[in-house]
């Protein structure tokens, strides 16, 4: 599955994926996002955690499957780009600022905020096609929910 998926995400380009493609696509983008700063915490693994079962109606076994998977194809991903080609192909864009909004509750999971991150969500943002004004709201609808 996961040599599958990755084949696919590797191509020069790459078809549109099934739904369920597009899921792990976003996991794997949490993933690389909450290990941008070089430190991978539990804070914003619970929180990708969250954003997965919520966004998708997944019970905690289904969330941990996905999310090993994620983290796999995460490492075997040489950049971003794949990540969110497939994620822009495959959801409409309201719903890809709840996309930005995801990724940024887990760059906020910790409390920090480093230039990596910061460097990373927006190249994000730019590759999803969410303009700078829609960012930033979902940016601080991020912080509002995180506390």
Do not use: C
Request: no cysteine; glycine share 6%.
């Amino acid at each position: 599955m996961i040599a599958s998926l990755l084949k696919r995400l590797m191509a020069p380009s790459p078809a549109e994926l099934p739904a369920t493609d597009a899921r792990i696509a976003l996991a794997a983008l949490l993933v690389r996002i909450a290990r941008s700063d070089g430190d991978y915490a539990e804070v914003e693994i619970e929180q990708i955690r969250r954003v997965l079962a919520r966004r998708y109606g997944l019970d905690k076994g289904a969330v941990g499957d996905l999310l090993m998977v994620a983290e796999n194809l995460e490492r075997d991903a040489p950049d971003t780009v794949r990540f969110t080609r497939a994620i822009k192909d495959a959801v409409p864009y309201e719903e890809r600022t709840g996309v930005v909004r995801a990724a940024w509750a887990v760059v906020l999971a910790d409390g920090e905020r480093s230039r990596e991150e910061n460097a990373l969500m927006r190249l994000i943002a730019s590759l999803l096609g969410v303009n700078d004004r829609d960012s930033a709201i979902a940016r601080h609808r991020a912080e509002r929910e995180t506390g």
